[in-house]
């Protein structure tokens, strides 16, 4: 038999929750409150690795747990008398809270998911006593205000983990994943099988890192390190990430063109392209403890001129490729400005963690307010809501028919399970999972509540009993592949069963009732979100996909810099989502693809680019084209991809390729407007054409005859 290894971080953080836990179980005792095992378990479930996120998990709670018991206070005098509408009004609460706490998807939303199953937890055990309602809801904001505060104490102050490390770390791996992407853009290996896979497992490894950075982020401000203070440059740089992402995407896009179009990349725009690229991602982190280094004012003028330069290279060639250079050379030039912009807001988080005051650089556009960022699901989060509310109905309605004294241990275990695992698209599988580890920890707790409490006469004897099976599960607890399982098996099966001891229930026939509680609630959750709530990992991804079709298909009513940079950050989230839903349905979702998501990412990006100078184009051609991709997106089959789709609307092909000859060189919107504006004017209009003409219309070639003028086709 082997036995486990520890490391010596995970011996350490194990060591100090259960120094945490000892301390809020002194602490409960010594005030006199009636389940001093509430500050012990709440001492543990606030614990994590990093310091930061202790913090901002004792503030949720706390806070979550003071809105919880609100609700309790409320309900249960008014209700106790019908039971029936008791249990109606408790799911619904528990429903409305999950269902705050779904469209949330940060951290934060812990607050609410506990709010909700916290007036459960006081509500049901107090329907018997309801007149001590307001000493029950009391002593428990007191036992987990203790555990908290005693919690965050010990994280902070003994050998606390920085957040730093692991936040500095998933920056810098995003900012070598972009430029991973940059210089593999122009290589040979990217025009061949091999190389696109590459490309592509770089990009959805991008999406993945933004996602994971965002909601990471939500820490900082609580970090005990000087991390909290660039908590402002964090967030921008999420943001500009997401922004040059549509730009680098459109960049590779107008390369393959550029390949399918002559047959081999252009030997000056494989030189001027690649060198401006590879520069750009040499100014970034190469690696750790490399410094970031913003390119100087005059270099990022020429590298900006390269870029200009480009579309001007081939006056000789077709009109195809003349558009296809100029829609390069605009996404190019833009993708140098926003790189610029993460490597200075990279160079500023430095100097913050230094200690060195450093100016943030003008923001170029407002960044978007995170909850306007990430996906929310409103249907899928109503649906979980409404299967917590079910189960917890059923298990009540079980508790009340039959008058069983364990029937209360069984409504609570649903609302908590129910709620718990309400984000994933199965969630039965996990519920089971704990059920398993509840079940296999029944023997733990029966020695402990059974056997061993009985003999504890002081707080050292308890530590004596407690800290085998404590600090061997908190080492677990450290762990995220065994975190669920020690969790299961420390606070269900341990601590939850201890917890019997508070009120001297320490007999068999309490324990046996409590535990059958238990394991019925978890499995009535199971149950319940099988037949009612889960889903499929293909079916979630069709639903994220099928959200970016209808936001592209509602006309646009503000068109800025700010709107598309706030729907580049959606569409990347919900990339960042696809990807693990792709690769649990075995690789393929039919109908789905990280790529098409990323062609809906530049699609959008083209139409804010497109509303903002449509009057630009001759004879209503803006408004009309606009017009048209967003009937295409409403109508949009449900099982096909955009391109497919695109396919039975041969005339938004038209009227696109008519808009671009207009805007081309020659044509009756080229010369309109003098000076330079007007001409940058007329390249973002005529690059945000060329994107729409790709993405939409990829295999279409550019028709030889000129297209019929809109008064001869009337």
């Known amino acids: 038999m082997t036995l486990p290894r520890f490391s010596a971080a995970e011996m350490v953080f194990s060591a100090k929750c259960f120094a945490a836990a000892m301390l809020a179980m002194a602490v409960a005792s010594l005030a006199g409150l009636p389940r001093p095992f509430w500050a012990l378990m709440t001492a543990y479930i606030v614990a994590n690795p990093l310091a930061g996120a202790v913090r901002s998990k004792a503030v949720f709670r706390l806070a979550g747990t003071l809105l919880g018991c609100a609700a309790a206070l409320l309900l249960v005098p008014a209700l106790v008398d019908v039971p029936e509408l008791l249990t109606l009004a408790l799911a619904l609460w528990v429903a409305l809270c999950l269902f705050v706490s779904l469209l949330d998807r940060t951290p934060r939303s812990y607050l609410f998911m506990l709010a909700g199953y916290s007036a459960a937890l006081i509500g049901f055990p107090a329907v018997g006593a309801p007149l001590g309602i307001f000493e029950t809801a009391s002593a428990r904001v007191e036992e987990i205000a203790i555990g908290i505060v005693c919690g965050t104490l010990v994280h902070s102050l003994v050998l606390p983990v920085s957040l730093r490390p692991t936040l500095v770390g998933l920056m810098d791996r995003t900012l070598a994943d972009a430029g991973a992407w940059l210089r593999g853009m122009v290589q040979p290996a990217a025009a061949t099988a091999d190389g696109a896979a590459g490309l592509q497992a770089a990009r959805r490894k991008l999406a993945g890192d933004i996602s994971q950075l965002r909601v990471m982020a939500t ?62 991602a040499d100014s970034g982190r190469a690696a750790p403890g490399t410094p970031a280094a913003p390119l100087a004012d005059a270099e990022l003028a020429g590298l900006r001129a390269a870029a200009r330069a480009v579309a001007d290279a081939a006056p000789q060639a077709d009109a195809w490729t003349r558009a296809l250079r100029i829609g390069l050379a605009v996404r190019l ?178 324990f046996a009732n409590a535990m059958v509680g238990q394991v019925l609630g978890v499995a009535a959750a199971a149950v319940v979100t099988a037949l009612v709530r889960s889903v499929s990992a293909g079916w979630g991804a069709r639903r994220i996909q099928r959200t970016t079709w209808r936001e592209l298909g509602r006309p646009l009513r503000q068109a800025d810099a700010a709107q598309a940079r706030l ?31 990323l062609v809906d990412l530049r699609i959008g990006t083209d139409l804010h680019a497109l509303r903002r100078d449509a009057a630009l184009l001759p004879g209503g051609l803006g408004p009309d084209i606009l017009a048209r991709v967003a009937r295409l997106f409403r109508e949009h089959p449900a099982q096909r991809t955009t391109g497919q789709a695109a396919q039975d609307q041969p005339a938004l092909a038209e009227r696109i390729d008519e808009a671009l000859r207009a805007l081309l060189p020659g044509g009756a919107a080229a010369d309109a407007g003098p000076g330079p504006e007007a001409d940058a004017d007329r390249r973002r209009t005529l690059a945000a054409l060329v994107g729409l003409r790709r993405n939409l219309y990829p295999a279409r070639p550019w028709p030889a005859a000129p297209l019929a003028t809109q008064e001869a086709r009337a």
């Open 219 to 280: 820490h900082v401000p609580f970090d005990t390190s000087h991390l909290k203070w660039t908590a402002s440059a964090i967030r921008a740089l999420q943001h500009e990430v997401a922004a040059l992402t549509p730009f680098a995407s459109a960049v590779d896009d107008r390369l393959q063109a550029l390949r399918d179009a002559e047959g081999r990349l252009p030997a000056d725009v494989e030189q001027v392209v690649g060198g401006v690229l590879a520069r750009l």
């Open 333 to 510: 030039e833009e993708l140098v400005d926003a790189w610029q912009a993460c490597v200075q807001l990279r160079q500023r988080i430095d100097a913050g963690l230094a200690g060195r005051p450093s100016a943030l650089p003008a923001d170029r556009h407002a960044a978007p307010a995170a909850r306007n960022v990430l996906h929310r699901d409103v249907g899928m989060a109503a649906w979980s809501a409404l299967a917590a509310a079910l189960a917890i109905c059923l298990c009540a309605a079980f508790w009340i028919l039959t008058g069983w004294p364990g029937g209360a241990a069984m409504a609570m275990m649903a609302a908590v399970f129910c709620s718990f695992f309400a984000g994933m698209d199965d969630p039965a599988p996990s519920i089971y999972g704990f059920l398993k580890a509840l079940l296999m920890s029944l023997p733990l707790g029966a020695l402990y509540v059974l056997v061993l409490m009985p003999l504890v006469v002081d707080l050292p004897t308890l530590a004596l009993v407690c800290a085998p099976a404590f600090l061997v599960l908190g080492c677990y607890l450290a762990r995220p592949a065994t975190f669920m399982k020690a969790m299961a098996l420390l606070l269900s099966g341990v601590i939850g069963t201890l917890s019997l001891y508070d009120t001297g229930q320490a007999d068999f026939a309490g």
């Open 567 to 597: 729907h580049a950050a959606r569409v990347l989230d919900r990339i960042g989502l696809l990807a693990p839903r792709i690769a649990q349905a075995g690789g393929t979702v039919d109908g789905v693809s990280a790529d098409d998501a």
